[in-house]
């Protein structure tokens, strides 16, 4: 099945500096690539996704980059802010017949610094 | 996008007994899946809840343990069946739309703890 890697683990940034958070998957059936953002007490909201057939997407202060050959994505965010504070996971759909099933990674708790 | 809600939120349970989640999206929707997101851990799909047939379980997850529902395109419920202290976690519905690619969306989850 999917195996997703996420890194790093935890991420200190100041205001305003760009976070990189990367990932790793396994099946090179999977197509779509969600992001989610978990805050404390919440339930994960869809921050970004992209699917196989684009290599980048921006939304704002967010972009995910996609390299299908060598089956890693990212997410970048700049100008970060406090409020971006928060365990972010990556994940991955499974491939063939597993519809719609998504693997996560382990999670990177992102904290930004005023 | 779709919005869902989960009812409880939080519970606190004895050990043995058993606790229903209910899980409404308010759009009509192909998939459903429940997960289970242990403290400061990372989210497992336990089942997929198919609509008018039986859920589809992963490894691990047994149905005799966490039963599911889907009685339409709109609404699931999974119970936790005979609990120990061991069942204590975040579970969290998705919904999606009509292909593997589309989006998932997250309800707000309901917070299990067993003593």
């Known amino acids: 099945g999917e195996n997703v890697e996420q890194h790093p683990s935890t991420l200190s940034v100041q205001e305003g500096d760009s976070a990189v958070i990367k990932c790793t998957y396994s099946d090179s059936a999977s197509n779509y690539f969600p992001w989610y953002k978990q805050e404390l007490g919440k339930g994960p909201q869809l921050i970004i996704d992209?699917?196989?057939?684009?290599g980048e997407k921006k939304d704002q202060r967010i972009a995910v980059t996609l390299n299908k050959t060598a089956k890693h994505f990212s997410l970048h965010i700049t100008e970060t802010q406090p409020e971006d504070s928060a365990v972010y996971f990556c994940?991955?759909?499974?491939?063939?017949?597993?519809?719609?099933?998504?693997?996560f990674g382990q999670g990177t708790i992102l904290t930004v610094h005023p | 996008s779709a919005v869902i809600s989960q009812k409880p939120s939080r519970d606190i349970c004895q050990r043995g007994t058993s606790l229903t989640i209910q899980c409404q999206v308010d759009?009509?929707?192909?998939?459903m899946f429940w997960y289970r997101q242990q403290p400061g851990q990372s989210l497992t799909l336990i089942a997929t809840?198919?609509?008018?047939?039986?859920?589809?379980?992963e490894s691990g997850f047994v149905i005799d343990k966490f039963p599911i529902s889907r009685p339409n395109l709109t609404f699931s419920t999974l119970t936790v069946s005979n609990m120990s202290p061991e069942d204590s976690s975040i579970y969290l519905c998705s919904a999606g739309g009509w292909s593997s690619t589309d989006t998932q969306y997250f309800g707000p989850g309901t917070r299990l703890t067993v003593l």
């Open positions: 759009s009509q929707v192909t998939m």
């Open positions: 992209i699917r196989s057939n684009v």
């Open positions: 809840a198919n609509q008018g047939s039986e859920a589809t379980y």
């Open positions: 994940a991955a759909n499974a491939g063939g017949t597993s519809y719609g099933k998504l693997t």
